[in-house]
């Protein structure tokens, strides 16, 4: 197998691990048949009357069939909102565990087509509320909430209109806000985000089972924390918006709005009745990963699961990484290339502040290992993209682009292949299948990349200041280095994996 099929097999591998179904049946059981009790990672909440479902985000189909096997009759009413497409798309991929059996008693809503609100998705937001204002202290209403729940369950607070949250929202990701910062200004400017919902199903029990597509799982970021305790004021969400030069155009709405909004995050007792529980994350789907790859025979290492950052940072963060273990394979581990590898890697990371990342540690496990067996780096997490230009493509396609130019340069300055010779490819994808507004999922590279690219009359550089990578991949090589994959029906961030081996000395 070539390296870049290893990359393909690795990749699926992470996402299956995640799929919704196997996951959902490890964290919950429901159990006992006279005073039912469900079961919850350890967890036991009793199913004093009626059982409700609710459900927004990209991976929430597979996660509510699954769940609608496990509670049978006990369930009596559910709705979900979906992305659109999902089950047609699932369906012709043959995904059938992930789609609701015929008589089922869950509402499927989709909407939020290109992972923005609209019509479609208000009109589910405003079915789960109603259900959820109905309910009373004997019922139990399960949550299953998964990345992309934001878009999916938009309810702004009057009088802002919905074109008016999409456009702002739309402006501050163009802007290169981070996911928790995009998500503290719709958590403010919603009535069902930042704890909305939970409030709102009070008194009934509230139990959410969380798929966290968010660097270190923080309850309230994730989908914009509908059932949980948000930590964020107001103050927050106006330093957000002057950050990002927003806080002079503001529409009216928004304006009247941010001028009413309590100053205090809503008191933690609120929230007694809530229980939030994530049940998979990314950190699953990298250990999966790692797992396989070893059974390919690789030396793996996962370097973190909290990427974050400019993408062009983490681009020279990973061809730093592959410079340094093709310096290894070429017998230069120690000497002064090395060393200033090393030094300019630490520098790096020390600017990213990747939470948790202890690179000093990484590059020594690194070091350790030698050119006998492949070498596997696995990461995960979202990078940020500043758009300058108007072209298509997603951060996972433009991540590859700019390791691909990285590579490139590196060769063109050494004059040569990397030291040793070896074989390296770069692979980065969005677990959901879906890079941006793009059909692909992200896309392969590896050093070769550019100068092929230019013998097709392809620049790849002008492609990436146009921010144009899907553009790009899919006129080079028949588009034979995008990942495509098709919505998978779940979602924990992005994943990258990058294959080196030894090749022969010229
Ligand atoms: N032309 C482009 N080139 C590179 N990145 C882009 C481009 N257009 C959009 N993006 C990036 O794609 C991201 C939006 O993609 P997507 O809708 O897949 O978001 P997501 O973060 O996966 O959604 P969610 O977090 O809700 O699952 C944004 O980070 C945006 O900057
Ligand atoms: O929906 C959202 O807000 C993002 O996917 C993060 O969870």
Same mark, same amino acid.
């Given at each position: 197998?070539?390296?870049?099929?290893?990359?393909?097999?690795?990749?699926?591998?992470?996402?299956?691990?995640?799929?919704?179904?196997?996951?959902?049946?490890?964290?919950?059981?429901?159990?006992?048949?006279?005073?039912?009790?469900?079961?919850?990672?350890?967890?036991?909440?009793?199913?004093?009357?009626?059982?409700?479902?609710?459900?927004?985000?990209?991976?929430?189909?597979?996660?509510?069939?699954?769940?609608?096997?496990?509670?049978?009759?006990?369930?009596?009413?559910?709705?979900?909102?979906?992305?659109?497409?999902?089950?047609?798309?699932?369906?012709?991929?043959?995904?059938?565990?992930?789609?609701?059996?015929?008589?089922?008693?869950?509402?499927?809503?989709?909407?939020?087509?290109?992972?923005?609100?609209?019509?479609?998705?208000?009109?589910?937001?405003?079915?789960?509320?109603?259900?959820?204002?109905?309910?009373?202290?004997?019922?139990?209403?399960?949550?299953?909430?998964?990345?992309?729940?934001?878009?999916?369950?938009?309810?702004?607070?009057?009088?802002?209109?919905?074109?008016?949250?999409?456009?702002?929202?739309?402006?501050?990701?163009?802007?290169?806000?981070?996911?928790?910062?995009?998500?503290?200004?719709?958590?403010?400017?919603?009535?069902?985000?930042?704890?909305?919902?939970?409030?709102?199903?009070?008194?009934?029990?509230?139990?959410?089972?969380?798929?966290?597509?968010?660097?270190?799982?923080?309850?309230?970021? =994730?989908?914009?924390?509908?059932?949980?305790?948000?930590?964020?004021?107001?103050?927050?969400?106006?330093? =957000?918006?002057?950050?990002?030069?927003?806080?002079?155009?503001?529409?009216?709405?928004?304006?009247?709005?941010?001028?009413?909004?309590?100053?205090?995050?809503?008191?933690?007792?609120?929230?007694?009745?809530?229980?939030?529980?994530?049940?998979?994350?990314?950190?699953?789907?990298?250990?999966?990963?790692?797992?396989?790859?070893?059974?390919?025979?690789?030396?793996?290492?996962?370097?973190?699961?909290?990427?974050?950052?400019?993408?062009?940072?983490?681009?020279?963060?990973?061809?730093?990484?592959?410079?340094?273990?093709?310096?290894?394979?070429?017998?230069?581990?120690?000497?002064?290339?090395?060393?200033?590898?090393?030094?300019?890697?630490?520098?790096?990371?020390?600017?990213?502040? =990747?939470?948790?990342?202890?690179?000093?540690?990484?590059?020594?496990?690194?070091?350790?290992?030698?050119?006998?067996?492949?070498?596997?780096?696995?990461?995960?997490?979202?990078?940020?993209?500043?758009?300058?230009?108007?072209?298509?493509?997603?951060?996972?396609?433009?991540?590859?682009?700019?390791?691909?130019?990285?590579?490139?340069?590196?060769?063109?300055?050494?004059?040569?292949?990397?030291?040793?010779?070896?074989?390296?490819?770069?692979?980065?994808?969005?677990?959901?299948?879906?890079?941006?507004?793009?059909?692909?999922?992200?896309?392969?590279?590896?050093?070769?990349?550019?100068?092929?690219?230019?013998?097709?009359?392809?620049?790849?550089?002008?492609?990436?200041?146009?921010?144009?990578?899907?553009?790009?991949?899919?006129?080079?090589?028949?588009?034979?280095?995008?990942?495509?994959?098709?919505?998978?029906?779940?979602?924990?961030?992005?994943?990258?994996?990058?294959?080196?081996?030894?090749?022969?000395?010229?």
């Amino acid at each position: 197998m070539s390296l870049r099929e290893h990359a393909l097999s690795l990749f699926r591998s992470a996402v299956a691990t995640v799929r919704p179904a196997p996951m959902l049946k490890r964290a919950m059981k429901l159990q006992g048949d006279g005073c039912p009790q469900l079961l919850v990672k350890g967890q036991a909440f009793p199913v004093k009357r009626d059982l409700y479902l609710v459900g927004f985000g990209k991976a929430v189909l597979g996660m509510a069939a699954a769940a609608e096997e496990i509670l049978g009759d006990h369930l009596v009413q559910g709705i979900i909102n979906v992305p659109l497409g999902i089950q047609e798309s699932l369906q012709r991929a043959g995904m059938q565990e992930m789609l609701l059996k015929p008589h089922s008693k869950i509402q499927v809503i989709e909407g939020a087509k290109n992972n923005l609100p609209d019509p479609e998705a208000l009109k589910g937001t405003a079915a789960i509320q109603e259900l959820a204002e109905g309910l009373t202290a004997d019922d139990l209403l399960l949550v299953l909430i998964s990345g992309g729940g934001s878009a999916l369950l938009p309810a702004p607070i009057p009088p802002i209109l919905l074109e008016e949250k999409e456009k702002l929202t739309k402006m501050l990701a163009s802007r290169g806000a981070a996911i928790q910062e995009l998500n503290i200004v719709r958590k403010t400017l919603s009535l069902l985000k930042g704890g909305g919902l939970a409030r709102l199903a009070y008194p009934a029990r509230v139990v959410s089972l969380i798929l966290s597509d968010v660097i270190g799982d923080p309850l309230d970021i =994730i989908a914009s924390g509908p059932t949980a305790a948000s930590s964020h004021s107001v103050q927050d969400c106006l330093r =957000i918006l002057a950050k990002y030069n927003l806080l002079h155009n503001l529409p009216k709405s928004v304006e009247t709005v941010l001028s009413c909004s309590p100053t205090k995050p809503t008191a933690l007792e609120d929230y007694s009745h809530v229980c939030n529980i994530i049940i998979g994350s990314n950190t699953l789907a990298l250990d999966e990963a790692k797992r396989q790859a070893e059974g390919l025979g690789y030396a793996a290492l996962i370097l973190s699961t909290a990427i974050c950052g400019e993408v062009g940072h983490i681009a020279t963060l990973y061809c730093q990484l592959i410079r340094l273990v093709c310096l290894s394979f070429a017998g230069l581990g120690e000497g002064p290339l090395s060393d200033e590898v090393r030094g300019n890697l630490l520098q790096l990371a020390a600017e990213l502040e =990747i939470p948790g990342l202890n690179l000093a540690e990484f590059l020594q496990a690194l070091q350790r290992l030698g050119p006998e067996r492949p070498v596997c780096i696995l990461a995960g997490g979202e990078t940020t993209v500043q758009l300058q230009g108007t072209g298509k493509g997603g951060r996972n396609q433009e991540l590859a682009l700019r390791v691909g130019l990285g590579l490139h340069r590196a060769q063109a300055t050494e004059g040569s292949s990397p030291p040793g010779r070896c074989e390296i490819i770069f692979l980065s994808g969005g677990t959901d299948g879906q890079d941006g507004p793009t059909e692909a999922a992200g896309a392969f590279c590896s050093p070769e990349l550019v100068d092929e690219a230019l013998q097709e009359g392809l620049d790849a550089e002008a492609f990436l200041s146009n921010n144009d990578s899907y553009t790009f991949f899919s006129q080079f090589q028949g588009g034979r280095h995008l990942l495509v994959t098709g919505l998978t029906g779940t979602n924990v961030m992005d994943i990258q994996a990058i294959l080196i081996r030894a090749t022969e000395r010229s």
